[in-house]
């Protein structure tokens, strides 16, 4: 059974850091680790940042360039998402996705609703 794990996520105050991880495992055929995203209430999903499925490059929205960092344990099959100096716009549900196929950094972020591998989320909450 093919499952993508969130952990990580919690309250902090603004300023604060958080180190999400994704596990993935159940996988029997190639699969590639695609990002994160994040969902806020009233929102649409959004992709915060992404990682090249061949050569590891990185894509990062706007907003959480310079603070946050995508990396990938391929050996563990785990990627992570450190984020600090964290704001309370930064208040979401943070998802981790993978795919069948490999995708560029910046297209597994913008083109997230074919991707076929989902977890099921880790709340983060910033407040003072």
């Known amino acids: 059974q093919v499952q993508l794990v969130e952990s990580g996520g919690g309250s902090v105050q603004p300023g604060g850091s958080l180190r999400l991880s994704c596990a993935a495992s159940?996988?029997?055929?190639?699969?590639?680790?695609i990002g994160w995203f994040r969902q806020s209430p009233g929102k649409e999903r959004e992709g915060v940042s992404c990682?090249?499925?061949?050569?590891?490059?990185?894509w990062y929205l706007d907003s959480v360039k310079g603070r946050f960092a995508i990396s990938r344990d391929n050996h563990n099959n785990v990627m992570y998402l450190q984020m600090n100096n964290l704001k309370p716009e930064d208040t979401a549900v943070y998802y981790c996705?993978?795919?069948?196929?490999?995708?560029?950094?910046?297209?597994?972020?913008?083109?997230?609703?074919?991707?076929?591998?989902w977890g099921e989320g880790t709340l983060v909450t910033v407040s003072s």
């Open positions: 996705a993978a795919d069948s196929i490999p995708r560029s950094a910046w297209s597994g972020c913008f083109n997230y609703q074919g991707l076929d591998f």
């Open positions: 159940g996988f029997t055929s190639d699969y590639y680790v």
């Open positions: 990682i090249d499925s061949n050569d590891g490059s990185t």
